[in-house]
């Protein structure tokens, strides 16, 4: 009853005009940002991050939050009509949306789509409300070596799910964790690889990293790879589903609901896994498994209920214990930052009203995201008609004045510059961009962390395993790193032996 009123007071507060505003301008950016394709909601809010700077706190991380709602929503809309996802968890939609699209039933797809991921919203935003709170007094059980741990699994997890080599991924994280040793040390005042450049004193900004990573390296990989487009199927007939597809998505939205949440609250899930999971259970489950791969409705209705339900899933572990299991979770605890805030266990005790404020306001996020999306079809598909020299150049502008505008600084820029580039050659070999935000983010707390476990303990290093949770935590972060490198080496092997018999 406590997480209940508690809610309630939240939706009174989340009422007020300004906080409505707020998220109503989140919602309809996120839309709009995931229908152009190639544009996700990490980047939209990285790029927003300086634009906000100056404004009030609450406002801006419901804005935030919607645009994390709504980037998830507009992902659906280039994914069925044109084949391409507007961001990577939509990437299973195009399956089925497309085929749908290609018969003329376009409409019901983006119609299942849209009422799919409401459902899954508003029932995952409940299981955050009602669950948040019990992790919460769980993470206060913890020590420094406890959460040390827990940020080493945090570190192993992102760098390994994060791209195609978790070799690549490690590489990534610790170019972050270099970063994050940027600027004066917490505990001996001393500088620390900062050449004698006096902006550096404060460390690396997250905002700049991460506009330069995601804009600015975006931008260019976008100008050095131009595609064109494929052409987009128009909607023949009624948007409205018929009463065979309610019949036949209903149940699909709830299986994709309750396998989204848990998977997005882990510290290896995402949305991109819970859709790929719900794809494949919804094919396992059908009574139609003749129209898997040639316009399943379920194939629709399930992937996008589970990625909607893993957004609200990976605020779990982000506001209660400070950890980011996606790219978008990474920008927007940078967002919490930059108002002085640190999510965690401390932040429902310290800043309850404003967490709240937040979960309710995505209670009425989510439907203002279904009143847009089912009128505004129209509108949403005329955004793909912007050239993309167009759209990227301003991207370009627009993050080099955001950041300029935060500090007016020409060592600033030039970090922005180098860190564009930066972010265009990791994009260029393969290297994931997240792990290395979360390693300039979660840096500098894991290391404060191992610091106090080792004051504590005089320098004994066996503390880090002295107790049962901080031992699980690091052996399951040595299951996540050894076994995949075991079973590439194993598939490797095989490969190997193949091409030698057939040499034979």
């Not at 919203?121 to 913890?142: D, S």
């Not at 002295?466 to 490969?495: E, K, N, Y």
Request: with cysteine; glycine share 12%; charged share 10%.
């Amino acid at each position: 009853m406590d997480s209940f009123s508690l809610l309630m007071q939240g939706l009174s507060a989340a009422m007020d005009p300004m906080i409505l505003l707020y998220a109503l301008i989140g919602v309809t950016l996120g839309t709009a940002v995931g229908v152009l394709p190639g544009i996700g909601p990490a980047l939209t809010v990285a790029l927003l991050l300086p634009v906000t700077y100056g404004l009030d706190p609450a406002g801006s991380l419901i804005m935030f939050a919607g645009i994390y709602y709504g980037g998830m929503y507009g992902g659906s809309t280039t994914s069925i009509l044109l084949n391409t996802p507007g961001e990577s968890a939509s990437i299973v939609t195009a399956i089925e949306g497309n085929q749908m699209a290609r018969q003329g039933r376009g409409g019901p797809a983006l119609a299942t789509a849209a009422i799919g991921s409401f459902v899954a919203g508003l029932i995952a935003t409940l299981l955050l409300a009602f669950l948040a709170p019990q992790v919460v007094k769980l993470a206060l059980t913890l020590g420094p070596r406890e959460y040390f741990a827990l940020m080493v699994l945090a570190f192993v997890t992102v760098s390994a799910t994060f791209g195609d080599s978790a070799l690549r991924g490690l590489t990534s994280l610790f170019i972050g964790l270099a970063l994050a040793c940027v600027g004066i040390d917490g505990l001996t005042g001393a500088a620390r690889l900062t050449y004698g450049v006096p902006q550096l004193m404060d460390g690396i900004e997250t905002t700049t990293l991460a506009v330069a990573l995601f804009a600015i390296g975006e931008a260019l990989a976008v100008a050095a790879m131009l595609t064109p487009p494929d052409g987009m199927h128009k909607i023949t007939g009624s948007v409205r589903m018929t009463a065979t597809d309610w019949r036949r998505s209903w149940k699909a939205w709830l299986r994709g609901t309750f396998i989204g949440f848990p998977i997005g609250s882990m510290p290896a899930g995402g949305a991109d896994v819970a859709s790929f999971l719900s794809y494949a259970a919804e094919r396992k489950l059908t009574r139609h498994p003749e129209e898997f791969g040639k316009g399943a409705i379920e194939g629709v209705a399930g992937p996008e209920a589970a990625n909607n339900a893993a957004a609200a899933g990976t605020l779990v572990p982000l506001l209660t214990l400070g950890l980011p299991t996606t790219a978008t979770a990474a920008i927007m605890l940078a967002g919490f930052q930059q108002f002085g805030l640190q999510p965690g266990p401390l932040l429902f005790v310290m800043n309850a009203e404003l967490v709240w404020t937040l979960i309710a306001s995505l209670l009425i996020a989510n439907l203002m995201l279904v009143v847009l999306n089912l009128p505004l079809i129209g509108l949403w598909i005329k955004l793909l008609s912007i050239p993309r020299p167009w759209l990227y150049g301003g991207i370009l502008l627009f993050a080099t004045l955001g950041t300029i505008g935060v500090n007016p600084s020409p060592v600033e820029l030039g970090m922005l510059i180098l860190f564009g580039l930066m972010g265009y050659g990791m994009r260029l070999y393969g290297y994931p961009i997240a792990p290395v935000v979360v390693g300039l983010i979660l840096g500098p707390m894991a290391e404060q962390q191992l610091r106090r476990a080792l004051s504590i303990a005089q320098g004994d290093w066996t503390t880090l395993v002295a107790t049962p949770v901080s031992a699980t935590l690091l052996g399951i972060s040595a299951v996540f790193l050894i076994v995949p490198m075991l079973m590439r080496l194993r598939g490797r092997g095989r490969v190997l032996s193949q091409v030698a018999g057939d040499a034979d």
